[in-house]
T-cell receptor
Framework: GAVVSQHPSRVICKSGTSVKIECRSL??????MFWYRQFPKQSLMLMAT?????????EQGVEKDKFLINHASLTLSTLTVTSAHPEDSSFYIC???????????????FGPGTRLTVL | AQSVTQLDSHVSVSEGTPVLLRCNYS??????LFWYVQHPNKGLQLLLK??????LVKGINGFEAEFKKSETSFHLTKPSAHMSDAAEYFC????????????FGDGTTLTVKP
């Protein structure tokens, strides 16, 4: 149980285009999902917290207009990188928290990641 | 506030010898502590977690960790390393009272020599 999928696993796009990445919790509901960015040989950097039915909360320094997050249902969150540029190339990983946070678990389950390359 | 320090960026062991990956933490909350493993170009897999129950936590693949509050440590150990254990390991502190946010250590690269 507690499986999280991401799609696509790898994407290559031209500079200036937009890319959408999906994160799905396959066998549980998640009111909260997180989006991370990971540079080579580095740790994960939290970009934003995605809450079902409300606006995402972005970490300091993350452009909310560039990284659009939508959490449309209890099992799906999407990250759209708008007008992508080569510096946006990175490994993007999502995670999901099962259940309702109020008194619930704080164990995150991670997706397999999406490798974005912007040419 | 919460933070995590992984004391070794690289650890190299021979196959069949013990593994020790060190982690210290600080937290203003009642934290949960986790160890995750990441193989190249893959997501993170949960190895084990501490959530205020037993201080010695057993995880998958023979790994275990001991929570020591007095030392604010949560070191990961395995009695005998296997070649397949070579990967990146992250120590993570989290608290649902902190909106479920996790703070990651910088990671420790484990190399296993034949």
């Amino acid at each position: 149980g507690a499986v999280v999928s991401q799609h696509p696993s790898r994407v290559i796009c031209k500079s200036g285009t937009s890319v959408k990445i999906e994160c799905r919790s396959l066998d549980f509901q998640a009111t909260t999902m997180f989006w991370y960015r990971q540079f080579p040989k580095q740790s994960l950097m939290l970009m934003a917290t995605s809450n079902e039915g409300s606006k995402a909360t972005y970490e300091q320094g993350v452009e909310k207009d560039k990284f659009l997050i939508n959490h449309a249902s209890l099992t799906l969150s999407t990250l759209t990188v708008t007008s992508a540029h080569p510096e946006d190339s990175s490994f993007y990983i999502c995670s999901a928290l099962p259940g309702n946070l109020a008194g619930g678990t704080d164990t995150q389950y991670f997706g397999p990641g999406t490798r974005l390359t912007v040419l | 506030a919460q933070s995590v320090t992984q004391l070794d960026s690289h650890v190299s062991v021979s196959e069949g010898t013990p593994v020790l990956l060190r982690c210290n933490y600080s937290s203003s909350y009642s934290p949960s502590l986790f160890w995750y493993v990441q193989h190249p170009n893959k997501g993170l897999q949960l190895l084990l977690k501490y959530t205020s129950a037993a201080t010695l936590v057993k995880g998958i693949n023979g790994f275990e960790a001991e929570f020591k509050k007095s030392e604010t440590s949560f070191h990961l150990t395995k009695p005998s390393a296997h070649m397949s254990d070579a990967a990146e390991y992250f120590c993570v502190v989290s608290a649902w009272t902190n909106a479920g946010k996790s703070t990651f250590g910088d990671g420790t690269t484990l190399t296993v020599k034949p």
